[in-house]
């Protein structure tokens, strides 16, 4: 199973990004391997950046995504593909997996904040 | 006269007095017999109506196209996410998902969908109210709440400018694309400040805007007696007509508060824009001579 976490740095000791939309990068990876690869984001600037964030960790193949805030269209987005979302995630990257792994994360229900709120934070 | 003649009350900083201006020149033009009509183009505040407290006899839904997925017809090829740059049209494995707030109806996706499987769909984005106050024909914008196409209202409300009259454009504060949309093939304009170091700054701001479009303009310092010198020194250096000072008084405060209009109540200040009026007259004059009045307007009737 591939996860993608929001991540302020490319490795797993990076501070996970509070960000969806706009996250600096995704760390998308196997959390039972601890194979992780880092992926730039080219939608944190701009408009749509939730929507195209989305997009990117779908096309990755990811079935989850670790973060700490999703705002509605991208959670709308993740949710057509089934991606299972994870919000109020912090700590590193390599924490963030860990406490995956053992089952304490709940997926969320719905979006966990407005739309913008990645561009003022 | 400045009858045909399009006139744009702007400001780079909110609260200098826009509406203030606007609605008062057209009273006064009104009175002085002119054909006037005042257009709200501040369609995500609208506050013309307050003052000018007119008889809404018509109104309008103003919507957009944005694309409606038939999921029966649609191969999800993907096509229509790859072309639109606004992420409003995504496929998603198995289903097509639109976001209407994102769509600036550009047309993209029902052009490239091979499958027709999409189709235009009305959003509203607005409101456009007409009717007349007093002897003003007035015409106002209104952007549904949580709408973003502002320009796009803004457009619509300007096609109800007519010729034969003086058309005063209530502008939206500051320097954005509604404001470059409001402004936008009229004949001059009226940039408000008040005379205070944020007054400045933002003139500043609008004088560069206006000198980008290429448009003819004075300025008009609201509550003039407040603040310092600097505007008037700004505008005599760059070489800025200011054609109106209006001082600052606590009585027009209180008629403003009230919704009431300066030029009707406070009988001192009247003279103040009848002769804002005729000097627009004036200017319009001086631009017809140098051959500057716009002849872009392909819009009005």
Known sequence: MKIAVTSTGDSLDSEVDPRFGRAAFFLIGDPETMEFAAVANENAAGGAAGIGSASLVIDEGAEAVLTGHCGPNAERTLSAAGVKLYTGVTGTVAEAVELFRSGGLTAAEGPSVQSHFGMDN | ?301
């Open chain 2, 1 to 301: 006269m400045p009858d045909d003649f399009v006139v744009a009350v702007a400001s780079g900083k909110g609260g200098t007095g826009k509406t203030t201006i606007a609605a008062n020149l057209a009273w006064a033009a009104c009175e002085s017999g002119r054909k006037v009509q005042y257009l709200d183009c501040d369609v995500e505040e609208p506050n013309g109506h307050i003052f000018l407290r007119p008889d809404i006899t018509a109104g309008r839904q103003v919507t957009i196209d944005v694309p409606q997925v038939d999921s029966e017809k649609c191969t999800t090829c993907g096509k229509c996410g790859q072309i639109c740059q606004y992420g409003a049209i995504i496929c998603i494995k198995d289903s097509v998902l639109t976001f209407e707030q994102l769509c600036h109806s550009c047309g993209g996706c029902f052009r490239i969908c091979s499958d027709e499987a999409i189709t235009p769909k009305p959003l509203e984005i607005g409101t456009i109210e007409c009717g007349k106050a007093g002897g003003i024909d007035f015409v106002s914008g209104k952007l549904n709440v949580g709408h973003v196409r502002t320009p796009t209202l803004i457009k619509e409300v300007k096609k109800y400018i007519r010729k034969e009259c003086l058309a005063i454009i209530d502008v939206p504060p500051g320097t954005s694309c509604p404001v470059v949309e409001a402004i936008k093939d009229t004949d001059f304009v009226l940039l408000v400040t008040e005379p205070t170091p944020f007054g400045l700054n933002d003139l500043k701001l609008a004088v560069a805007l206006v000198r980008q479009v290429n448009l003819p303009f004075a300025v008009v310092i609201n509550r003039h007696g407040i603040g310092n010198e600097d505007v008037e020194e700004y505008c005599q250096a760059e070489n800025i007509a200011v054609v109106m000072k209006l001082p600052d008084n606590r009585r027009i405060a209180e008629a403003y508060s009230s919704g009431k209009m300066i030029a009707d109540v406070l009988k001192e200040y009247k003279e103040h824009f009848s002769k804002l009026c005729d000097d627009l007259g004036d200017i319009k004059e001086k631009l017809n001579e140098q051959g500057q009045l716009r002849i872009r307007r392909k819009n009005i009737q």
